[in-house]
């Protein structure tokens, strides 16, 4: 029952806004603006900006503060037999009231002051299975900590068992894996310190990336049981508003360079020049912030209106890339569908890396 009262909850807020809908699950925020209650305005959370920095671990915790944020993980993995199979898993928190941090309502009291969802997926062999969970906020059955770090929604969770060792298991009906993800280096910070602006008039969100994750353990796609390994890239953002008007949704990619050096690059898509932005993360050296002086995104192919084919380049580092989309279809068709898969990457350098294309279709 309170699954449905979450879902009829969502479908409402979200139905106040058609940009809302075309942008995604982070389109929410910008429609809990109009929501019920003098407790659900704007100016009651908290915005992030240039100055706000980052802590860890909390910043792996909760921010109830703010309106929404995300846990988000991709992984370019291979069976025993060198086939590729992508994966992802993603967990959302949309704050209905603000909170401080720490207090928590008695759950006899059935509070709704958060809407979770969780997303989780596998690619393989040109198929793609999509599993979707919702749940509402403090009753126990979804949340998140930061000591321990740990992400959870019914028995799909990500936990750490070690200070760099996480463990994710998920299992949904046509597929499941339990993964252990190793983390190897520090977080990178995108933007400034962190703060990574979405438009020019300055609304932006907290964004950090872990990007060299070494993953093993199995997947179980169907019927079949498959060994992998693989890397992973893991994103942890949070904001209290996200879009602009007139923003209809993202190109997102995170990309593994065979250089050992990674891109991360999106675009917003408004009327006039989308918004650009990215961070170009060499092997060694310093973190460079890439604005649209800098990174170039360009569709090259698409079809029935998505597109699958993307040049992007970063001059200054000579970097032309190719960017191509496995056949098959990777639309994620859950309450928000977007595209999810896997990449190829040629040009200047090879790698893999994952796309994540929303407002199509």
Same mark, same amino acid.
């Given at each position: 029952?309170?699954?449905?009262?979450?879902?009829?909850?969502?479908?409402?807020?979200?139905?106040?806004?058609?940009?809302?809908?075309?942008?995604?699950?982070?389109?929410?925020?910008?429609?809990?603006?109009?929501?019920?209650?003098?407790?659900?305005?704007?100016?009651?959370?908290?915005?992030?900006?240039?100055?706000?920095?980052?802590?860890?671990?909390?910043?792996?915790?909760?921010?109830?503060?703010?309106?929404?944020?995300?846990?988000?993980?991709?992984?370019?993995?291979?069976?025993?037999?060198?086939?590729?199979?992508?994966?992802?898993?993603?967990?959302?928190?949309?704050?209905?009231?603000?909170?401080?941090?720490?207090?928590?309502?008695?759950?006899?009291?059935? $509070?709704?002051?958060?809407?979770?969802?969780?997303?989780?997926?596998?690619?393989?062999?040109?198929?793609?299975?999509?599993?979707?969970?919702?749940?509402?906020?403090?009753?126990?059955?979804?949340?998140?900590?930061?000591?321990?770090?740990?992400?959870?929604?019914?028995?799909?969770?990500?936990?750490?068992?070690?200070?760099?060792?996480?463990?994710?298991?998920?299992?949904?009906?046509?597929?499941?894996?339990?993964?252990?993800?190793?983390?190897?280096?520090?977080?990178?910070?995108?933007?400034?310190?962190?703060?990574?602006?979405?438009?020019?008039?300055?609304?932006?969100?907290?964004?950090?990336?872990?990007?060299?994750?070494?993953?093993?353990?199995?997947?179980?796609?169907?019927?079949?049981?498959?060994?992998?390994?693989?890397?992973?890239?893991?994103?942890?953002?949070?904001?209290?508003?996200?879009?602009?008007?007139?923003?209809?949704?993202?190109?997102?990619?995170?990309?593994?360079?065979?250089?050992?050096?990674?891109?991360?690059?999106?675009?917003?898509?408004?009327?006039?020049?989308?918004?650009?932005?990215?961070?170009?993360? $060499?092997?060694?050296?310093?973190?460079? $912030?890439?604005?649209?002086?800098?990174?170039?995104?360009?569709?090259?192919?698409?079809?029935?209106?998505?597109?699958?084919?993307?040049?992007?380049?970063?001059?200054?580092?000579?970097?032309?890339?190719?960017?191509?989309?496995?056949?098959?279809?990777?639309?994620?068709?859950?309450?928000?569908?977007?595209?999810?898969?896997?990449?190829?990457?040629?040009?200047?350098?090879?790698?893999?890396?994952?796309?994540?294309?929303?407002?199509?279709?």
């Amino acid at each position: 029952m309170r699954r449905t009262v979450l879902v009829l909850l969502i479908m409402a807020l979200v139905g106040c806004s058609e940009e809302a809908e075309q942008a995604g699950f982070a389109g929410l925020a910008e429609s809990v603006a109009e929501g019920v209650g003098e407790n659900r305005s704007l100016s009651s959370y908290l915005q992030p900006g240039p100055d706000t920095g980052l802590a860890f671990p909390d910043d792996l915790g909760p921010h109830p503060r703010h309106r929404i944020e995300w846990w988000y993980l991709t992984a370019n993995l291979r069976t025993e037999s060198g086939e590729p199979l992508g994966l992802q898993w993603t967990q959302f928190r949309q704050a209905l009231v603000p909170r401080e941090p720490g207090s928590k309502p008695a759950p006899e009291t059935w $509070p709704l002051e958060a809407a979770w969802m969780a997303h989780a997926a596998v690619s393989w062999q040109g198929k793609h299975v999509f599993a979707e969970r919702l749940a509402r906020g403090d009753v126990g059955t979804a949340g998140a900590e930061a000591r321990p770090f740990a992400v959870w929604l019914d028995h799909w969770q990500l936990k750490a068992v070690e200070d760099d060792r996480w463990r994710l298991e998920v299992q949904a009906e046509h597929f499941g894996y339990d993964l252990t993800l190793t983390i190897n280096d520090q977080p990178v910070a995108h933007g400034i310190k962190g703060f990574s602006a979405k438009s020019d008039s300055g609304q932006g969100s907290m964004y950090f990336s872990y990007v060299d994750i070494a993953i093993s353990g199995t997947v179980r796609f169907q019927d079949q049981s498959l060994e992998v390994e693989g890397r992973g890239w893991f994103d942890r953002e949070w904001s209290s508003q996200f879009l602009k008007t007139g923003q209809q949704g993202w190109d997102w990619f995170a990309l593994h360079l065979d250089s050992g050096d990674k891109l991360m690059a999106f675009r917003l898509r408004e009327d006039g020049n989308p918004f650009v932005s990215g961070s170009w993360i $060499p092997a060694s050296g310093q973190v460079q $912030p890439l604005d649209s002086r800098q990174l170039a995104l360009s569709v090259l192919d698409q079809r029935d209106g998505v597109p699958l084919r993307w040049q992007i380049e970063v001059p200054e580092q000579d970097v032309n890339l190719e960017l191509s989309a496995p056949p098959g279809d990777y639309m994620n068709q859950g309450l928000y569908p977007y595209w999810e898969s896997p990449v190829d990457v040629s040009g200047s350098h090879t790698g893999e890396g994952y796309m994540e294309l929303t407002g199509y279709r």
